[in-house]
């Protein structure tokens, strides 16, 4: 069965952009720019949530960190994605930790204006619950490929997804991230990043790793998909 990419994407650059333009003006007046330089946290798990974030330039990914003091890494966001607003919808403290992978921009919303934007604008409010129930859907099949796919067909998908969230361009990852998000050890990526590059999958510069044959690893990445 070919694996459905969209199946593994939050979709939460949609929330904003189902909107009017008229309510996106009255998000944007209500916000402020902030600057994260790479490798700052934007939020951190159990701490108390002040606001929610949109994403205007760079990427930047959620994570927990295990009793080994080791990171797994669940998404990757991209410029346009809402994200945070879960925990300021429970009013509970965050459930993970939220990192810039590069130097980011972002509109930060706090918690007293985003409550009032969700009772003002009455349609922002359900696209967040349909998202968050769509994300559910996405973290359930991240979950089910960790524990079922085998390596190879792990790191396959990883790339596709990852070849998106870059626009078709290098992917600027660094190695223990990458070994994080897929669930195994540097070293192992590291060979089986080697085995891709010789199949002629990937091509790799320096930490840029660019997918030079989406089609091969759709099939690979599909293989023990159902």
């Known amino acids: ?27 944007s007046a209500k916000s402020e720019h ?34 080994d003091g080791k990171d797994q890494i669940f998404y990757v966001y991209k410029e346009g994605d809402l994200l945070g607003y879960h925990a300021l919808l429970c009013n509970e403290s965050y459930e993970d930790s939220c990192e810039a992978l590069e130097d980011c921009e972002i509109d930060f919303i706090s918690k007293t204006n985003f409550d009032r934007l969700v009772d003002d604008i009455p349609q ?59 669930g195994t050890a540097r070293e192992s990526l590291g060979r089986l990043l080697k085995d891709f590059k010789e199949e002629k999958l990937i091509s790799i510069e320096g930490r840029f790793i660019r997918c030079t044959h989406t089609s091969k690893l759709l099939r690979i990445a599909s293989s023990e998909y159902a």
Do not use: C
Not at 5 to 15: A, H, M, V, Y
């Open 1 to 27: 069965m070919k694996i459905d990419l969209k199946k593994f994407d939050f979709e939460s650059n949609k929330i904003l952009s189902s909107l009017s333009e008229k309510s996106r003006s009255i998000i």
């Open 34 to 67: 902030l600057k994260f330089k790479k490798g700052k946290l934007i939020f951190y798990e159990q701490g108390i949530p002040t606001g929610t974030f949109l994403i205007k330039k760079g990427r930047a990914k959620i994570f927990k960190t295990g009793l």
């Open 124 to 182: 922002l409010k359900q696209l967040l619950i349909q998202n968050m129930s769509h994300e559910f859907g996405v973290l359930v099949n991240t979950i089910t490929v960790l524990a079922q796919k085998p390596l190879r067909e792990r790191l396959a998908l990883w790339l596709l997804i990852l070849n998106e969230k870059y626009y078709e361009e290098e992917i600027q990852l660094p190695r223990e991230d990458l070994a994080n998000l897929i």
